[in-house]
């Protein structure tokens, strides 16, 4: 017998629901194949948590390797937290049962002495970020796949400051959760929740709002254009109640909804895919924007931490930013904000990730405000966070590329509320100076220089695959490209050298050239692919976009 049919047996002979035992015998009889895909390896709990389809077996998610991750993360906060009365936030998104295992997460805790918050109903991970702040938690829980398809769930750990935990914590913590190789290790309930379970609900939100909206740099211009038009989708999720309420609390007084989407649903039933990052997830909602003139369209995706965002371009079409392009119009706003109010006074600063646009990195040096780069994940643009709180400088906003973003201090995650509610503040002030968001960013694109970014993902599966990937890396080490677009490569820097970056070592190539354009490669961490993300820099820069394409893939 097969290693993982002996691992599907010792399910059938334990203690486990009737249910997943008549689910793994129909495996047995009807699909040999599927029982090999889901037992013959555990789910893996990496530095951000646990993520992968839901179901039963090993490899699964379910209410046992939820389970068996949270009894891991219980015995580390005891073992390593000096605290009496240690305290975890928990949060969940419209998942397919993602209540059920934010419960299981909570009974798992509370029955290990461990005092847990849980939120009353969805809310967004950024929320859950918040919390662990308020209620001065040792760590987060959101169960959560972001914006993966509705057969995926996941398990996303944050650690005391909020933000995702990063080393050594990460791999600590995946060192106990390894050490928990059965169900029979988990304590899975208790005749006394001696950690106590506590719901949190509209409190937090209250205090989560005003703090957000304590962040706005342009009430007068929101007074003035109170009537602009702006359609939101929560696409299914957790996004559904805070953010159109921040935005009439703002005082936006045309927040239209798209009423099929406002439905918190984990089968997403209105997308084929619910990531606002994908065209096709934001094409109901600018069909709603067309219906009713709207100017602005914004999607955020399940656990409301990203967001994507459409506008009008001069012939009144919607054209979709991307998240580089958001990124960089709300950095130039709020810079431009922050020196007209006084602001920039030193001691502040801006982050971005390293395939990030370099845009920011422009804006930021005209404003006279440092930026700082990080390694891909926002869980690095929290570290930064934190450790220069301590040094007394204050965080001013942060992004990436892949439609994350975030403005001051009190969360330590990206946020889509807050970024909705500077997109929409931004517009307004846009519209006292006679401007479309769309014209903003070609202004910014006039004063700064035309920028391009383009991203391919070149996907080699299995073994061999995993070799090809390997193969590449090493040859661009080993013959690192001499131009870029016929333009000479000046820099080049291989995060593999954390004694040259100043990062943590990472599988991660970059090359700079002369005319400002830049090519980053690296091998995901989750999937079997090597993805290029590209930069272009002049009028050109589309053509070099391509050219640069055809160069590396």
Not at 85 to 104: G, L, M, Q, W
Not at 470 to 492: D, H, I, Q, Y
């Amino acid at each position: 017998m097969k290693e993982y049919e002996l691992k599907a047996m010792s399910w059938l002979e334990g203690d486990f629901d009737q249910q997943t035992k008549m689910e793994i015998q129909r495996m047995r009889t009807l699909d040999p194949a599927a029982l090999e895909d889901a037992f013959y390896k555990n789910l893996e709990f990496g530095t951000g948590g646990l993520r992968g389809i839901m179901g039963v077996g090993t490899n699964r998610m379910n209410k046992y390797t939820v389970g068996m991750a949270t009894q891991g993360l219980a015995n580390y906060i005891l073992s390593h937290v000096d605290d009496p009365d240690p305290k975890v936030c928990i949060s969940y998104d419209s998942r397919n049962h993602s209540k059920e295992f934010a419960k299981i997460a909570a009974d798992v805790l509370s029955a290990n002495g461990i005092h847990v918050f849980i939120f009353d109903n969805i809310r967004p991970t950024p929320m859950m970020s918040y919390a662990v702040r308020l209620k001065k938690a040792v760590a987060g829980i959101m169960i959560t796949a972001s914006h993966n398809p509705k057969e995926y769930n996941g398990y996303k750990v944050s650690w005391s400051d909020g933000g995702q935990v990063t080393a050594p914590v990460d791999k600590e913590i995946v060192d106990e959760v390894a050490k928990i190789t059965d169900p029979s290790q988990v304590k899975f309930t208790s005749e006394l929740k001696c950690g106590g379970i506590e719901p949190m609900g509209a409190e937090v939100d209250e205090l989560y709002l005003n703090d957000l909206l304590s962040l706005r740099l342009s009430p007068e211009a929101v007074a003035a254009h109170s009537d602009l038009k702006f359609v939101y989708t929560p696409l299914h999720g957790c996004g559904v109640r805070i953010v159109p309420e921040m935005l009439r609390r703002m005082g936006f007084k045309n927040v239209i909804h798209v009423p099929e989407q406002d439905v918190s649903d984990g089968d997403f039933p209105t997308v084929i895919s619910p990531n606002p990052e994908e065209a096709a997830a934001l094409d109901l909602a600018i069909k709603k924007a067309d219906a009713t003139g709207a100017d602005i369209v914004m999607g955020s995706d399940p656990d409301a931490d990203r967001l994507g965002i459409a506008v009008r371009n001069d012939e009144g079409r919607m054209v979709l930013f991307n998240g580089n392009q958001t990124a960089s119009m709300l950095t130039y706003y709020i810079l431009t904000r922050w020196k007209e109010l006084g602001k920039l006074t030193g001691g502040k600063y801006v982050v971005k990730t390293i395939v990030t646009t370099e845009l920011i990195s422009d804006i930021c040096k005209s404003f006279g405000v440092p930026v700082y780069n990080v390694l891909t994940g926002f869980k690095y643009i929290a570290e930064v966070v934190k450790r220069r709180e301590a040094m007394g400088e204050e965080f001013i906003c942060g992004g990436e590329e892949s439609y994350g973003f975030n403005i001051g201090q009190f969360v330590r995650d990206k946020d889509a509320p807050v970024t909705v509610m500077m997109v929409a503040e931004c517009a307004a002030w846009a519209a006292e100076k006679g401007l479309t968001l769309y014209q903003l960013m070609q202004k910014i694109y006039e004063e700064y220089g035309y920028r391009k970014e383009g991203l391919v993902s070149v996907v080699r599966k299995g073994i061999s695959g995993a070799e090809e990937i390997r193969n590449m890396m090493a040859a661009l080490r080993s013959n690192p490209p001499k131009e870029l677009c016929g333009s000479p490569v000046t820099k080049v820097i291989d995060y593999l050298e954390p004694e040259k970056t100043g990062q943590p070592s990472s599988n991660v190539l970059q090359f700079f050239d002369e005319a400002g354009d830049v090519v980053s490669v690296r091998p995901s961490g989750t999937e079997p692919k090597i993805k290029f993300y590209f930069g272009a820099k002049g009028a050109d820069a589309d053509a070099k976009i391509e050219s640069l394409k055809q160069q590396f893939c």
